[in-house]
């Protein structure tokens, strides 16, 4: 098996539906197979897909929702391709994109991990498909939205072109294509983040163990992100700063200063806190 194509369900049948169905509209010259692991969905979206797609989809229903991280984990624990694609439910994949990197992954053996360009629904750019690793400048002057014209702080890399092929730290979660080798080396996601952080971490354990990370820009897949302006389950925002939490504490804290330890704690804490507070005035959507 050559690709094996991990996917996460939860409530979502007809934007999962369509992902499946965008990769299924191509021929492939390699062999591949789809994974779709439920997250215990508690409606009828895993029955309707069975339904659907009958044993043209392996299906893996999850006792309970364990997050993201432990969902994927359940698919690559069976994974039989030499490569493995993380792919968001709410994506859909362009033509010729799984085959052009592919065959960049076959040519280039030291690259452990491949993404590609990003696009959301109204076209513009998903900037969280090339990154550099956070740290506690790059992330002071995120958070807070402080322009930066220095290129070292430049978290979302916006100074190098979309459509082109580089070196960089971090792909998105959303579409992760991934040699099996590196995987097998630094292991699976951490199950630790819930939700968000997991894709990070998993970058930073394959390039420091060696491998390069790619950003190829000349193929897409769109991803429908929800709308910032929407009103946010408390959920999602408490595991988006939890996130930042263990990321820190597990990759940065055991090389700062006690106080700077501090300073990050109570700023994730705070800005947690502040974020919650003004979703409560936020109108459902």
Excluded at 150 to 166: C, F, I, T
Excluded at 213 to 227: D, L, N
């Amino acid at each position: 098996m050559d690709l094996s194509v991990v996917i996460v369900n939860y409530q979502t049948f007809e934007l999962t539906k369509n992902t499946i169905n965008s990769i299924f509209e191509y021929d492939y010259p390699f062999s591949y197979e789809i994974l779709v692991v439920d997250n215990a969905s508690g409606d009828d979206s895993l029955s309707k897909l069975q339904g659907y797609f009958k044993d043209k989809v392996k299906f893996i229903a999850s006792s309970e929702n364990r997050g993201f991280a432990a969902g994927n984990n359940q698919a690559l624990k069976v994974a039989k391709g030499k490569y493995v694609l993380l792919l968001n439910s709410d994506t859909i994949v362009w033509e010729n994109t799984l085959e052009n990197i592919y065959n960049y992954m076959e040519k280039h053996s030291d690259v452990g991990a491949t993404g590609c360009r990003v696009l959301l629904e109204n076209g513009e750019l998903d900037k969280a498909c090339k990154r550099t690793f956070p740290n506690v400048k790059n992330s002071f002057f995120r958070l807070f939205h402080i322009p930066t014209k220095s290129e070292d702080d430049n978290y979302n890399l916006d100074n190098l072109p979309d459509g082109e092929v580089y070196e960089i730290d971090c792909l998105t979660g959303a579409f992760m294509f991934i040699r099996k080798d590196a995987l097998d080396e630094v292991g699976f996601l951490d199950e630790t983040f819930f939700m968000y952080g997991e894709d990070i971490d998993l970058c930073f354990r394959i390039k420091k163990s060696g491998w390069k990370i790619v950003y190829y820009g000349k193929s897409k897949i769109t991803h429908f992100k929800g709308a910032s302006s929407k009103k946010q389950k408390s959920k999602l925002i408490y595991e988006f700063y939890r996130a930042m939490y263990i990321y820190y504490k597990k990759h940065h804290a055991h090389e700062s200063l006690f106080i700077t330890n501090i300073i990050v704690y109570l700023g994730i804490f705070v800005l947690c806190v502040l974020k919650l507070f003004l979703n409560l005035f936020k109108k459902k959507s």
